[in-house]
């Protein structure tokens, strides 16, 4: 596995300016979080680095990069593209970078979740949402509310996902609903 000073650099030469920035902020919250909550920190600094290196691959490109790298997708990520960078980002570390499948998996799922998930995908989810380069009305809350409940916090971020995507009549993946089930069915 590549150190992370290394990621950091590829990343660097592979993202814009501005979604290279976004990494690093999402780092800098996995790093907290990880320290928080006892994850292990390196862990989550390359999850975090890592997390949208394939972002910028184009929209209407990546179903076949997915075909070209082996990576299955399903009815849904074939219809809502915006979802396949996940997969893929995860495919590359995994190939390119020799992460394990801890990293991996907190990085193919850090935009639906998915249900039962790990401490390090619920840090990785968390800190998306959360680095300092957003500047959503709730930004601050669900920052202050991650260090505090981790689940809670990923329930908030799964709660608004949902409605959003329903407000927008887009495509919801199955993995966010069977994250939410799975928290909520614990409480019960
Ligand atoms: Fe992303
Ligand atoms: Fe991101």
Do not use: W
Request: with cysteine; glycine share 4%; net charge neutral.
């Amino acid at each position: 596995m590549k150190k992370f000073e290394e990621l950091f650099e590829i990343v660097e030469k592979t993202l814009s300016e501005k979604r290279f920035y976004h990494s690093r902020c999402v780092t800098q919250r996995a790093i907290e979080y990880a320290k928080i909550y006892g994850a292990n920190v390196e862990k989550a600094k390359i999850a975090g680095i890592l997390h949208d290196i394939a972002k910028e691959i184009p929209k209407e490109e990546r179903v076949k990069t997915a075909e070209k790298y082996g990576v299955i997708l399903d009815e849904i990520e074939k219809k809502s593209t915006g979802l396949i960078h996940s997969k893929l980002a995860s495919k590359l570390a995994e190939m390119k970078f020799g992460c394990d499948k801890e990293i991996c998996d907190a990085i193919a799922y850090h935009t639906t979740g998915r249900e039962n998930m790990t401490l390090l995908d619920k840090i990785i989810y968390l800190a998306d949402f959360t680095g300092q380069d957003r500047n959503y009305e709730d930004t601050n809350y669900m920052y202050d509310l991650s260090k505090k409940d981790l689940d809670k916090a990923v329930l908030y971020g799964l709660e608004k996902t949902i409605k959003m995507r329903i407000e927008e009549e887009k495509l919801l993946h199955p993995d966010t609903l069977k994250a939410y089930n799975f928290i909520i069915s614990k409480s019960l």
